[in-house]
């Protein structure tokens, strides 16, 4: 995710530094894959562990801001004595610099990126839970279609990670979304919740479908759905409530942590991974 927000600075004059762990070994406080974006303009993004170890990675990273510097070096770090850490493990980490001129290089290798790392989530609704959720997971390893069928329910601005869409039959967007696409579904209907989820469970490929709501609307929606003659086996497939157990509280920034808290296992069910 880091090569987008590397696009984006570069696309602004920025230089930038990306830390990346190529290998951890044994106890270590982030696993290879993990990254950091240090900007030679002052401050940084994301984390390769804390502590001593990244006061060192951001001494590192910046002494490639100076001139005569080389554009990339791999540093081998033991998280002992040296550190004044206690994990006792061993990290490399790779240092490259981008500039300016790397632009069009890397939007081209962060489009890549965010559709091989991200998975795909179909959000319907754009109340003041969906609201919230889009904020949660602006930063998460999600590509999201918001749809709503009311233009003006969206906010005039949303996070990069999602597209906007105000189709007429929200029901019918079922029909569009890519395999292995989660659908989480919470319009200001409930009979068109019931058309939705009754449409996903029915369809192919999605392996996770929720709608917001309690029990007892789950058990209203399985009613009308073995009425309308879906399998047992698909309406079982249901995820609601949707959320963590035991995370109370019904203001929607509370709801959109459970929830997206619950997207993420999903997601690590699926893939194997939850960054």
């Keep these: 995710m ?19 762990v190529e290998r951890a070994q044994g106890s270590t406080p982030r696993d290879a894959g993990a990254s950091m ?15 001593a ?13 100076e001139p005569g510097s080389p554009r990339s070096v791999l540093r081998d770090f033991p998280l002992g004595p040296e550190l004044a850490q206690c994990c006792g493990g061993r990290m490399a980490l790779r240092f490259e610099l981008f500039t300016p001129e790397d632009a069009a290089a890397v939007a081209e290798r962060a489009a890549h990126e965010e559709t091989d790392a991200t ?3 179909a959000l ?13 997971l602006a930063p998460l390893p999600f590509r ?10 969206f906010p005039a601005l949303a996070p990069p990670n999602v597209e906007m869409r105000a189709p007429a039959d929200p029901v019918g967007e079922i029909d569009t979304l890519e395999q292995g696409a989660l659908v989480l ?11 939705i989820v009754s449409r996903a469970l029915t369809g192919e490929g999605f392996p996770f479908v929720g709608l917001i709501g309690s029990a007892t609307k789950r058990a209203r929606f399985e009613s009308r759905m073995r009425d309308a003659g879906i399998a047992e086996a698909a309406i079982r497939r249901l995820v609601c409530p949707v959320g963590i157990e035991g995370i109370d509280g019904k203001e ?13 296992r999903a997601r690590q069910d699926l893939t194997g991974t939850s960054s």
């Design 2 to 20: 880091q090569l987008t927000r590397i696009a984006s600075l570069l696309a602004k004059g920025e230089r930038a530094v990306h830390v990346k």
């Design 37 to 51: 974006l240090v900007l030679e303009s002052g401050g940084f993004h994301g984390t390769v562990g804390g502590g």
């Design 53 to 65: 170890l990244e006061w060192e990675a951001l001494r590192v990273a910046r002494g490639l801001f």
């Design 119 to 121: 998975t795909p989530l």
């Design 124 to 136: 319907f609704g754009a109340g003041h839970v969906g609201r919230a959720l889009v904020l949660a």
């Design 144 to 153: 999201i279609s918001w749809i709503d069928s009311r233009a003006d329910a």
């Design 185 to 195: 579904v919470m319009t200001h209907s409930h009979p068109l919740d019931l058309a």
């Design 252 to 264: 929607p920034a509370i709801i959109a942590a459970s929830m997206a808290a619950a997207l993420l």
